[in-house]
């Protein structure tokens, strides 16, 4: 792999050549792994999503994005338009690194409405000639012409006392008539946590209300996206702490993203909540962001990677993408995720029935492909382990194993192809809360996302699979399971450039 300088990973998309962008945008397209339904770079790192919102009967969806090579360098934010949140066209940048605040990157942010006009709050990320981190807080607006214009000076200009410079990611809303910025910040201490400012309007001034006080008084270094919503009348907290140790099957990755469900308290900032849960039980997910969609669903969509970790396609100048997006429902207590039911119309016309299986598991209708959503019904199970072999040959496979006794899920990708690195592991498990019923799997060129039982658990993971590795295979322990598998071609592209 190439080694960046600091030079190079600080330079301005605004100054590399036509030739140059059209050489990297050219590489980047004969990727074999390039996804066909999901958000990707036209070249570059893709990494946040940011400014998620349904405005004016479009969704605008936005990602940090540095350009020129698939690193973390300078960073600038790419931004979709969407009528569905399915098909998506490419609008361009709209925010660059282009002031004295945000010289350094544009860094995570959110969307809002007020008085029928869209803005922005984004940290704004500098850095000064000790090469010292100086984070403020950027507010910006549309115009009536379409126009994103910055209001300066930011309208937080340093963190307040007893927290560091890792101060950052806002994610604005409104409640009781108020305008509410949740930031993600580091203590003096380096432990991580989450604060809140309000304001009355999105100019300012802005308050710095206090800490919010959770029981997790000592977890991670750093809070990072931060993002609060009130769903079936509870308070949610989602957030990505880093630095959580291990623990069982727990807090596999590198860094972590996750929620709390209780009652938050707006004057005293203490929060009442339940264990911090994972938002996501396999390789490559974090930094999510929500927003309500036209029928006030809340829908997530979280960065389908992670820091610090070299992926396959890095040599060819680009990484990562965006997930699908995830309708979130508390049942039961729980958070549940499960796919935009507009998700459906990425299906063509053509629906293979994979038909009925015993023990032996013949499959009825062979199918061959790289990207679809693949539907699978247990209908009975006596079996004490099933197993599902997806892009498949003979010597490659991503398997999903269930375990019945124990309801254990696991993600296998120890022969799914080229890996990232490092990571520790090759398998990714979780335990259902109830026995398995359905899977419903979507399967791109180079990224699987697995549902169980209506999003009771989520597995993301990127697989670097050869073309020929498109098969389905089934195979049992022992026992009878009869199975209803539904197969839905996908094959277009939902991006327009």
């Known amino acids: 792999m190439k080694e960046w300088t600091r030079d190079e990973r600080y330079r301005k998309l605004e100054d590399a050549t036509a030739e140059e962008l059209a050489s990297l945008k050219e590489t980047v397209e004969n990727s074999r792994y390039r996804q066909k339904y999901h958000i990707q770079p036209s070249t570059g790192l893709l990494n946040d999503p940011n400014g ?18 698939a ?3 300078l960073k600038y934010w790419d931004h979709y338009k969407s009528k569905d949140l399915v098909h998506y066209r490419h609008d361009g940048v709209l925010l660059k690194p282009d002031t004295t605040y945000d010289s350094h990157g544009v860094y995570s942010g959110s969307a809002f409405e007020f008085e029928g006009a869209l803005y922005y709050m984004y940290t704004g990320n500098h850095r000064n000639a000790e090469w010292e981190r100086e984070s403020t807080q950027i507010i910006a607006k549309v115009n009536d012409s379409g126009q994103v214009e910055k209001i300066l000076p930011p309208v937080i200009l340093q963190p307040p006392a007893g927290y ?10 409104m409640k ?10 580091q203590r003096a201490n380096e432990t991580g946590c989450a604060v809140l400012y309000e304001a009355a309007r999105p100019e300012g001034p802005w308050s ?11 977890f991670g270094y750093m809070w990072e996206c931060p ?7 509870k308070d949610v907290l989602v957030f990505s702490p880093q630095g959580i140790e291990s623990k069982g099957n727990q807090f596999q990755n590198i860094y972590q993203s996750g929620y709390i469900i209780g009652e938050l308290d707006f004057e005293t900032l203490e929060m009442t909540h339940g264990d911090f849960v994972e938002l996501d039980n396999g390789f490559d997910f974090y930094a999510p962001q929500t927003l309500q969609d036209e029928a006030q669903r809340r829908v997530m969509i979280g960065w389908m990677g992670l820091p610090d970790t070299e992926y396959p396609t890095d040599a060819e100048g680009w990484a990562h993408c965006l997930t699908l997006p995830r309708t979130l429902v508390i049942e039961d207590g729980k958070l549940k995720q499960k796919p935009h039911m507009n998700l459906r119309r990425l299906r063509d016309n053509r629906e293979t029935a994979l038909g009925y299986a015993n023990k032996f598991l013949k499959q009825l209708h062979p199918y061959e492909g790289e990207q679809y959503e693949l539907v699978i019904d247990i209908l009975d199970n006596e079996a004490s382990a099933i197993e599902f072999h997806l892009r498949a040959s003979k010597d490659e496979a991503t398997v999903i194993r269930y375990e019945s006794d124990t309801q254990l899920v696991k993600l296998e ?5 080229r890996l990232p690195t490092p990571v520790e592991g090759t398998s990714r498990q979780t335990h259902l809360d109830t026995p398995l019923r359905q899977l419903r799997v979507f399967v791109d060129t180079s990224s ?11 597995l993301t993971s990127r697989i670097f699979s050869k073309p020929t590795s498109n098969k389905i295979k089934v195979a049992t322990d022992s026992g009878q399971v009869y199975l209803k598998m539904t197969k839905y071609d996908i094959e277009g592209a939902n991006q327009d450039d």
């Open 176 to 185: 009781d008539g108020k305008l509410y910025a949740i930031i993600g910040a």
């Open 448 to 458: 699987i996302e697995i549902f169980c039982n209506e999003g009771e658990r989520v």
């Open 164 to 173: 560091t410079q890792h101060f950052r990611d806002p994610k604005v809303f």
């Open 208 to 218: 710095f209300k206090g800490e919010i006080q959770t029981a997790l008084t000592d």
């Open 413 to 417: 990708r120890f022969d799914s192809g």
């Open 52 to 69: 998620l919102i349904y405005f004016n009967g479009e969704y605008h969806i936005s990602h940090q994005w540095f350009p020129l090579g």
């Open 71 to 73: 690193v973390h360098g």
């Open 227 to 233: 993002d609060y919503f009130q769903l079936n009348g």
